[in-house]
């Protein structure tokens, strides 16, 4: 084993046969931390969000908060539900995707894909991001850092991600199961003292909060709505991550469907759960939150100035909560540190699979649907990375900046998704007879129904309170991602197309003309031309170029006396270039007989090391590029392998457990 291939094996891991492939599927109480942990760590700042946004519109529209919230749960329970019916009916995943281009055209299909990819993205910049953000309170040297943190984790989550969706699934378990004790544990505690009337207030709670120009004085109606939408399309987040688990159910054990169902229904009821409880907790506890803290927060009316720090949702809450256990604040503040970070995992458990659907439909470019070697979807975990990077760099690690962008596909895709299933079932109810069948499917349908239904009336509303803040870049990627994915697959169908069989590729060729390429005569020349000799061509020639006057009387003077028997042409070169009189030669033998195939054969070293390959063989690089573009050409590599690939040898095969002992010889194996 080679120093790359080892250092390839420590940074990825052993090996996976193909067969082993069963063994990398995921149980429930996995699956869940794997793909939720984005929708779970959504909890983490979709409340910072509504509260920002809120506090726009001062104390008035502030107390909107708890109704705020009880929307974005109906909306997120809606979804959750209508999504175990895609999981049940479209299991192979393809999630949206597949339910879009089967039941509303490729098109549709390829909308939905686009809008995808870009939230994967988004996903990965804005949970790496708020992370470091929130990583920075404790660790001031972070500060003006930001980005390029955040770079460098994501690509350990790539790099963790690299050696297969088990071993990253049972790394990032444990630290998603830990947040969601730490949040439902301070809610309940928080709850318990409520009931007692120990419940303490917030740091924040005797500060007053002043509105923002638009919203100061009397608000009209028009505003104030707008204002309650911007908020609810922000707290909206918190539905992010729900389609990962429709596009990773192959990656569930089985029985496939009805485990990714379960572990849906667990999310919905989870993420709920803890996204209400820190709203009406802060609620309770007269949590202030907002936008510009330093002049929109007033202590005795005066502005608390730049010096105020303002701490996390989650931070002002855990603070107050456990004012008598400081350890147990410690704890919830890490863990949500820690699981922002790790909900980017969802993403890049989601994205190579789906890119991987699409790759093999022809919409990516087939790479994208190749197993490494620990049975992931190496290429497309690397591309996810990249990009995510090149976001963050470009963003500077800004999640205020971020989450402009945030949310829009996620929301497409929904929608897309539901209108699909719609079509769905009402394609199957004229088939079916059996009255219970019919009643749960019309069940679906209308769950089905009420899910387009909202999920619409979402994409609508973050549309219009979030395009011009920046949600106009998002669509305009996912327009570029459209159409990148349409020209690929007009490429691939053009080039199937072409390759399709016809009579005349069934007809031999008239004859094969050789020519075997001289430089300077030596072995490998010598080698190439027994080769040619041997394949027994109509028509046999040894071909060089006089780039010098000299050097070509000595290489024909010298084939004289060996008595070659094979011609030798010698072509002018009046400008010393070698690759275009050797294609002007071939294809004028070309265009003497059309239906004659042209065999050019070129001599190669081979060597040992690397390095070694930088002195040698670059013009045969350059003379086999130019000769792949000629047609009716066929270009043979000659190698001759040097002494330095001599003595690197065959790779060197390790003996089995027990061989040794038993005396057993590498031969006496490999005839067995």
């Not at 349908?445 to 387009?452: D, F, I, K, S, T």
Request: hydrophobic content about 50%.
């Amino acid at each position: 084993m080679g120093m790359a291939e080892l250092g390839k094996r420590v940074f990825v891991g052993r090996k996976l046969r193909s067969t082993q492939l069963e063994e990398t599927l995921l149980p429930k109480r996995i699956a869940l931390p794997v793909f939720a942990s984005d929708a779970l760590s959504s909890v983490a700042y979709a409340p910072d969000e509504i509260f920002l946004v809120l506090s726009m519109g001062g104390l008035s529209a502030y107390s909107f908060n708890w109704k705020i919230g009880i929307a974005v749960a109906v909306v997120m329970l809606v979804v959750v539900t209508s999504y175990r019916q895609n999981v049940r009916a479209y299991p192979s995943g393809g999630g949206d995707y597949e339910v879009a281009t089967v039941n509303l055209g490729p098109r549709a299909g390829v909308t939905v894909a686009s809008a995808l990819m870009v939230d994967y993205v988004l996903t990965v910049a804005v949970s790496i991001s708020s992370g470091v953000q929130n990583a920075t309170a404790a660790l001031p040297f972070l500060k003006g850092h930001e980005a390029v943190a955040a770079s460098v984790l994501v690509l350990l989550l790539v790099a963790i991600n690299l050696r297969g969706l088990r071993e990253s699934g049972v790394a990032f378990a444990v630290p998603s199961y830990l947040f969601m004790i730490a949040i439902l544990g301070m809610a309940a505690w928080g709850f318990a003292r409520y009931a007692f009337g120990d419940l303490p207030k917030v740091a924040s709670a005797d500060l007053e909060i002043v509105a923002e120009e638009p919203y100061v004085g009397a608000v009209s109606t028009i505003a104030m709505t707008f204002l309650l939408a911007r908020a609810f399309s922000s707290g909206c987040a918190a539905l992010t991550g729900v389609e990962a688990i429709s596009n990773g159910v192959p990656a569930f054990r089985r029985p496939k469907s009805k485990n990714a169902a379960t572990t849906l229904a667990l999310l919905g009821v989870i993420a709920v759960t803890m996204l209400l409880s820190i709203i009406f907790l802060a609620d309770l506890m007269h949590l202030r939150f907002a936008e510009d803290p330093a002049t929109q927060l007033m202590r005795d009316g005066v502005p608390v100035g730049d010096s105020y720090s303002q701490d996390t949702v989650i931070g002002q809450l855990a603070a107050a909560v456990y004012d008598n256990a400081m350890p147990m604040f410690y704890f919830t503040v890490a863990v949500t540190g820690v699981i922002l970070i790790l909900a980017a995992n969802t993403a890049f458990n989601g994205f190579p699979v789906l890119g991987s659907v699409l790759a093999r439909d022809g919409l990516l470019p087939r790479q994208l649907d190749t197993r490494g070697d620990r049975l992931a979807f190496s290429n497309g975990i690397v591309l996810l990375g990249l990009a995510a990077v090149v976001l963050i760099l470009a963003f500077d690690a800004e999640v205020t900046r971020l989450i402009q962008l945030y949310i829009v596909g996620v929301f497409v895709s929904f929608t897309l998704s539901q209108l699909g299933m719609l079509r769905h079932w009402n394609r199957l109810l004229p088939n079916v007879v059996d009255p219970v069948d019919r009643r749960r499917m019309m069940r679906s349908r209308a769950v089905n129904m009420v899910g387009l239904a909202m999920t619409g009336t979402v994409l609508v509303i973050v549309l219009l309170t979030k395009f011009l803040a920046g949600a106009w870049i998002a669509i305009t990627a996912m327009v570029v991602l459209y159409a990148v994915m349409r020209r690929i697959r007009r490429h691939y169908d053009a080039v199937a197309e072409e390759l399709e069989i016809e009579d005349s590729d069934v007809t031999l060729p008239s004859r094969v003309h050789a020519i075997v390429l001289v430089g300077r005569l030596h072995k490998p020349v010598m080698r190439a031309l027994a080769y040619a000799r041997v394949s027994r061509p109509d028509t046999l020639e040894a071909l060089t170029v006089d780039l010098d006057t000299e050097s070509t009387a000595r290489l024909t003077e010298r084939w004289d006396e060996l008595d070659i028997p094979v011609p030798l042409v010698v072509v002018g070169s009046p400008y010393r270039e070698l690759v275009r009189p050797v294609i002007k030669y071939v294809k004028e033998v070309r265009r003497a007989s059309p239906r004659d195939i042209v065999m050019v054969y070129v001599p190669e070293y081979v060597v040992g090391r690397w390095y070694e390959q930088l002195l040698h063989n670059q013009t045969a690089l350059r003379l086999k590029g130019r000769l792949l573009f000629t047609p009716g050409v066929l270009v043979t590599s000659v190698p001759y392998q040097l002494r330095s690939a001599k003595q690197r040898g065959p790779e060197r095969v390790r003996p089995v457990p027990g061989e040794v002992r038993q005396g057993r010889s590498f031969n006496e194996r490999r005839q067995l």
